[in-house]
């Protein structure tokens, strides 16, 4: 019902109580204890924000490193979509406390999810996350860049599928096919640094562009490079 850092939270503004005593950081409870979460938990959680930005090339999705911003920057009034249709008012304390749910590097554009709600971040990058994530990626191999789908060898795209490994893990199977000669849909339940790149290096493939277009059930549409929308309560991951 919330992240551990809502939990820690919760428990230092007294919401939380075990057997009708409030709750203390670090205490040991019984499976038979009765815990009791005040009210004001769920009120905070409703106010939490979930935001879809378009990222655009030269933004990083997290802290800002070697120069570069990170991708929260964008989210100022100027760049929200006139086409959002949430009723959510901005408000700066809405930049509190957001994160983003998974990474998307530099030269790469499309959906990235930025979130203060816990619960969120842990259905899309938990552990035990099986969401999928898809993406369109511009390809060339070696000197062809046009027309590569006749050029690439079929056992090879089987391998983008299923056989290879990172970091010394074999990767989990993947849907990878073909969306027009030039340009590979990939979609994938894990979120390796630059997984995609060095997936397609291990096949003689260079990535000459890259663009997540889906998260679970959320797509990133007709939204704007650069610009971002709330997500809708209707639409879930």
């Known amino acids: 019902m919330c992240s551990r850092r809502e939990a820690d939270d919760w428990i230092a503004r007294g919401w939380v109580r075990v057997d009708g005593a409030p709750a203390v950081m670090g205490q040991p409870v ?7 979460v005040a009210r004001e938990a769920e009120q905070q959680q409703r106010q939490q924000v979930t935001i879809l930005i378009n990222k655009p090339v030269g ?3 997290g802290q800002a490193e070697d120069g570069h911003e990170p991708a929260v920057v964008l989210v100022q ?3 929200r979509w006139n086409q959002c249709n949430s009723r959510m008012r901005w408000g700066h304390e ?3 406390g957001l994160a983003p749910a998974g990474r998307l590097d530099i030269d790469s554009i499309g959906l990235l999810v930025l979130t203060q709600d816990g619960r969120v971040a842990r259905h899309l990058i938990g552990e035990d996350s099986e969401v999928e994530k898809e993406y369109l990626v511009r390809v060339s191999y070696g000197a062809e860049t046009v027309n590569v789908q006749a050029a690439f060898p079929p056992e090879k795209l089987r391998l983008l599928c299923h056989g290879l490994s990172l970091d010394g893990e074999p990767l989990k199977p993947a849907q ?3 969306q027009n000669p030039e340009q590979l849909r990939f979609v994938l339940k894990e979120g390796k640094k630059r997984q ?3 997936m397609c290096e291990q096949v003689g493939l260079f990535v000459t562009g890259l663009k997540r277009v889906r998260i679970g059930q959320v797509n990133l549409g007709h939204l704007p490079v650069g610009q971002w929308r709330y997500l809708a309560p209707h639409e879930h991951f």
């Open 30 to 36: 019984s499976i038979h204890a009765r815990i009791e």
């Open 59 to 61: 933004y990083v999705s």
């Open 77 to 79: 009034p100027g760049n």
């Open 94 to 96: 809405q930049l509190r």
């Open 176 to 178: 990878v096919s073909w």
């Open 196 to 198: 995609i790149r060095r």
